[in-house]
């Protein structure tokens, strides 16, 4: 069993020391996916995350809607380069962008990007990182790893999307690295193609479906809650 452990919406001052914790006592390598206005204010746990030699990826700079839904010129670049700016001096940050799922969580469609985005991530030559494994610990903090196994042993090489950013659902993550551990589970940091629609900057013909051809205005820029 191939597994890619990636944790989001961090960096978390609750969060992200406890899935350090759990990783480090383990020796299993992961990738963070941070929030770049939440590295502008918690730069220690990012070097925390570095220094233990976790990959560090870019998860836009509010997280605040998909940026498919978003119109305004320069908005969806900006949520892009701003972050890589904060998390590139890190020894182990990557040009590795994750898109935000939307609501209800974790969707991979059209809503993802918008045009300017998809030219965001060519320009700068980025990777980008899907995911096929959502336990949806943010959602069942208390019982996500129902499920959470066989959801893994269901696909080649599994790309897990849990949560440092929401601390309550974390309290599980020894758990399930112990069950992973009693799988053999392989721990890496890379990617199957099947999650990489654009690779360093070149985008794959399937990618094309995850690029908003329609743009609906403003349709959530008013809502700045939580998503996945
Ligand atoms: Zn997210």
């Not at 069993?1 to 390598?29: C, E, H, Q, Y």
């Not at 992961?30 to 502008?40: E, L």
């Not at 220690?44 to 998909?66: C, E, F, K, Q, Y």
């Amino acid at each position: 069993m191939r597994v890619t452990l990636t944790f989001d919406n961090g960096p978390d001052p609750v969060g992200t020391p406890a899935v350090l914790d759990a990783l480090s006592d383990r020796g299993i390598p992961a990738v963070f996916f941070v929030v770049g206005a939440k590295v502008k204010k918690h730069p220690d746990l990012v070097s925390r995350i570095s220094a233990a030699g976790h990959t560090l990826g870019n998860h836009t700079w509010s997280h605040s809607s998909p940026l498919g839904d978003v119109t305004e010129p320069g908005v969806a670049r900006a949520e892009i380069d701003r972050t890589q700016d904060v998390i590139e001096e890190s020894r182990t940050a990557r040009r590795l962008f994750r898109p935000v799922g939307g609501d209800p969580g974790a969707v991979i469609d059209h809503r993802l990007l918008n045009d300017e985005a998809m030219k965001t991530l060519t320009d700068g030559g980025y990777t980008m990182a899907l995911w096929n494994v959502v336990p949806r610990d943010w959602e069942l903090p208390d019982s996500w790893l129902e499920g959470a196994i066989d959801a893994c042993r269901a696909v080649d090489h599994a790309v897990v999307v849990l949560h440092d950013g929401h601390p309550a659902g974390m309290a599980l993550l020894p758990t399930f690295l112990d069950a992973l551990g009693e799988e053999n589970a392989e721990f890496r940091t890379d990617f199957p193609s099947s999650c990489t629609p654009v690779v360093k900057g070149v985008p794959r013909p399937e990618s094309a479906a995850l690029v908003t051809a329609d743009p609906h205005p403003y349709l959530h820029s008013s809502t700045m809650k939580e998503q996945p």
